[in-house]
């Protein structure tokens, strides 16, 4: 059976000239072949059948989207403004806490699994990971004033989000000790050593219990604070990994910084923030910082004065009088959760 790929004007405003197809694979199969290449692809099963089109019965429908392209399509609903029916307190869905093992940790780590409400073994879920800020745990980010259960629950039940499972971490990963002991660069890296953590660990253990897609796709990095910043740079570092990097408030540290606490010595250099050629990109990438937030200041905008000079797509929300806390974390999550695992279809219809 033929598939055919539809092309809408208002996503492609060229045609390419007539040359040898292109080709992309997907688990060692092509799922795409045209004169097009975009730089990254949204997978989702077939939108519809065509009517009367060849023998068997005709051929499937297929959309495929860009990241730039997604990117572009969410950027006009990103809001600071959340609306109560969003926010309204509700506790949907089953919380579990999960134990694995840890090999850089050389001991067991614990998490926290929200499961969405009438989890279905038989379906696939995507994963969003919530990463805590610094002295946190996998519990921090559940606090209420958060919302981000009660807004997970609430646009899945109206149709303005995916169902998904949350993952809420615990990011210090120290064979010596259970907890920060304060500021240094040292302790720093035990929370960027939560990258190898979860992608050789925790990510693992997630999608062997649980029923999950295991595509980029699929697959959401976030979080607050140090759990920003540790987004941030697990998602440009991992972008084969994650396909959509949200970060609220983001610590200083992934490039060279000095704030009240200390001196880092950063992971990168400025101009190396940024995806390397050939990396697929984030379909949603996404900074929230406040005006007053006193706590890490102005460096949530220094990253996204670098990222735009290194001509980084991404989407930067600062929130007029916002601190280090809900008022940000709130509206980051708004829309992040609303925007992520979306097929060009749902962009385009505004649906599910």
Sequence with gaps: MKKTLLLSAALYAITAAAQAPIYLYKDGKVIYSGNIIPDSIVFHAPAQEEQGGGEGGGGTTEMFLSAQQYMTMIKPGVTSNVPGNATSANGGGTMQSISYYSTLARKNKSADVLLPKNYDKGKKYPVLYVNHGIFGNEKSMQDESNKIRSMANNMAESGEAKEMIIVYTAMYTCP?????????????????????????????????????????????????????????????????????????????????????????????????????????????????????????????????????????????????????????????????????????ADLMSGGK
């Design 176 to 344: 010596t000790k259970d907890n920060c002991a304060g500021f240094s660069a040292e302790e720093c890296k035990y929370y960027d050593d939560f990258r190898e953590d979860l992608v050789e660990c925790l990510m693992p253990y997630i999608n062997s219990n649980y029923s999950t897609y295991t595509d980029r796709e699929h697959t959401a990095i976030s979080g607050f604070s140090m759990g920003g910043r540790e987004a941030l740079y697990i998602g440009l570092t991992k972008p084969e990994v994650f396909g959509y990097i949200g970060c609220a408030c983001p610590a200083p540290g992934v490039t060279p910084a000095n704030d009240m606490f200390m001196s880092h010595p950063g992971n990168m250099q400025k101009s190396e923030l940024k995806f390397k050629d050939g990396d697929p990109l984030p379909y949603v990438f996404l900074i929230t910082g406040g005006t007053n937030d006193n706590t890490v200041g102005i460096f949530p905008k220094e990253y996204h004065e670098t990222l735009t000079s290194n001509n980084v797509d991404h989407i930067w929300q600062e929130i007029q009088g916002g601190g280090h806390d809900a008022s940000c974390i709130v509206p980051m999550y708004y829309n992040f959760i609303r925007s992520i695992f979306k097929t060009s």
